[in-house]
């Protein structure tokens, strides 16, 4: 199972860089959020996916799946989330104001 | 008494909440800020002052112990840093009104700025990996609210780029401590620094350790990684510029302190070593990039980067003397680049352009003004 989730983050990763190095600013913005659904999955998949019964106080059991990371992660989840609606409001907002939503019409080196 | 550590944490974080209910009414909410943050320098101090005298405070939060609940350390270096970065605050919020417009600063300024500032604060009493990488975001978050205030052309274009970056670079973040975490099961530093010396796979850790370098650099400007800083820290405003430059990069360059001075002090010969090199290409690019322009608030800019070099340069070296040295140019650094940014501002103002070509004479009509620029130069 581990090795399944690994290859998927890889490609998940993967395809993020690719749409990352693209010149349209959407396309940018879905890689960023390719890359970290792939950071997520890592994450889980490091700290092993099933390991034993669910991690709660049982008479009897004594192999517990960690909690810790879900826990993480899940703050990870909830960060990225807001930094991705974030950008995407900002990459309107840079579209309208500036009317190009290529990056090579994005560059330069004036300040005003 | 050890509970109160949370509060330079806490109370930023309550004030941009209130701050953010009466943006509009400008009066009120300086006024607000400025009492806040006067309050919280002083309480603060009197935080320093016990944690230097009665020695480190530790404290689980909610009571759970190290692995499972968040620990705040106050130890003497983090709170020295805390304090510095106080007394910068207060100082931005008491020079904000007279260079922002009022646009801009019933905009969330003061909302945006308390979040910067418990961000920041945060990220240097923090004593666990994955809590650095959240005060890291909300520290990233406000700062990209403040980032935008103004709504420019130029800017936009330039906070895009800005944000892209630390966006890749916290989400490497997030693998590297998923790294770390597989390794040795645990994300507290005091734990990781016991459980690293009996890794077996050694190379794996420095192989981390670069990766979580290489997360760090970003948000610090060290060499290869620095060309995102000049462009994005000269377009906002200059209280902005002000904030970004003494903090944000000084955060950086406090965790590579932390963590490779507590974690990954087992191989020097590859870390430290890459260190001294970068350190140097990282001085030298920057003072060249100053050399470069004849833009004063971006020659400012520039110097930001050969400052984060010499620190880094100290950290390479890795002896007593040199980690003091590090520190001391740190808090040096903060408390003088905060300072040249306001007289910058100061001076942009009075002189109505940024071009030092035609900046001449300004020192006749503002005698005081100049003379205060030659104190931080």
């Known amino acids: 199972m581990e090795i399944i989730m690994i290859g998927l983050a890889s490609i998940l990763f993967g395809a993020g860089i690719y749409n990352l190095l693209q010149k349209q600013l959407l396309r940018i913005v879905v890689g960023t959020v390719l890359i970290s659904h792939g950071a997520h999955l890592y994450f889980l998949t490091m700290a092993q996916l099933k390991r034993g019964a669910p991690p709660l106080v049982v008479d009897g059991v004594t192999e517990y799946t960690d909690p810790l990371p879900q826990a993480l992660v899940l703050t990870a989840i909830v960060i990225a989330f807001g930094v991705t609606s974030f950008l995407l409001v900002l990459a309107y907002r840079t579209y309208t104001v500036n009317k190009t939503d290529n990056m090579e019409e994005l560059r330069g080196s004036d300040h005003e | 008494m050890n509970n109160l550590i949370f509060l330079p944490i806490v109370l930023p974080l309550i004030a941009s909440v209130i701050a953010a209910f009466f943006p509009k009414k400008l009066n009120l909410s300086r006024k607000f800020a400025q009492i806040t943050s006067v309050i919280l320098t002083i309480m603060t101090a009197a935080l320093t002052w016990h944690v230097l005298t009665n020695g480190i405070i530790v404290v689980q939060s909610g009571g759970w112990e190290a692995?499972?609940?968040?620990?705040i350390v106050g130890d003497g270096l983090s709170m020295v840093l805390v304090m510095t970065t106080y007394i910068i605050g207060t100082a931005a919020v008491f020079y904000a009104p007279s260079v922002l417009d009022k646009q801009q600063e019933s905009f969330y300024f003061y909302a945006f700025f308390f979040l910067l500032i418990s961000g920041v604060v945060g990220a240097f009493m923090t004593g666990d990996l994955f809590n650095l990488f959240v005060f890291f975001e909300v520290m990233l978050i406000a700062s990209y609210g403040l980032i935008v205030l103004g709504n420019g052309k130029v800017q936009l274009r330039e906070s895009m780029k800005y944000v892209l970056f630390n966006v890749f670079s916290s989400m490497l973040f997030v693998v590297a401590i998923a790294f770390i975490y597989a390794i040795t099961g645990t994300v507290n530093f005091a734990q990781l620094a016991e459980r690293v010396e009996y890794v077996e796979q050694a190379g794996i850790l420095t192989t981390v350790a670069i990766i979580l370098f290489f997360v760090f650099a970003v948000k610090a400007a060290i060499f290869p990684l620095y060309y995102w800083l000049p462009n994005s820290y000269v377009v906002p405003n200059a209280v902005v510029s002000a904030l970004f430059g003494a903090l944000l990069t000084k955060v950086g360059i406090y965790s590579i302190l932390r963590v490779f001075t507590l974690i990954f002090v087992h191989d020097t010969g590859v870390t430290h070593q890459i260190f001294i090199w970068l350190a140097m290409f990282t001085m030298l690019f920057g003072v060249i990039g100053a050399l470069s322009t004849n833009n004063v608030k971006l020659i400012i800019t520039y110097n930001i980067i050969p400052a984060v070099g010499f620190m880094l340069m100290g950290i390479g070296l890795?002896?007593?003397?040199?980690?003091?040295?590090?520190?001391?140019?740190?808090?040096?650094?903060?408390?003088?680049?905060?300072?040249?940014?306001?007289?910058?501002?100061?001076?942009?103002?009075?002189?109505?352009?940024?071009?030092?070509?035609?900046?001449?004479?300004?020192?006749?009509?503002?005698?005081?003004?100049?003379?205060?620029?030659?104190?931080?130069l």
Request: hydrophobic share 50%; proline share 5%; glycine share 12%.
């Open chain 2, 318 to 376: 890795y002896t007593e003397d040199a980690i003091a040295g590090s520190v001391y140019y740190l808090m040096h650094d903060m408390v003088i680049k905060g300072a040249l940014f306001f007289l910058i501002g100061a001076l942009i103002v009075a002189a109505g352009t940024k071009d030092l070509r035609e900046m001449s004479g300004v020192i006749q009509k503002f005698p005081l003004l100049g003379g205060s620029s030659s104190l931080p």
């Open chain 2, 67 to 71: 692995p499972f609940g968040i620990s």
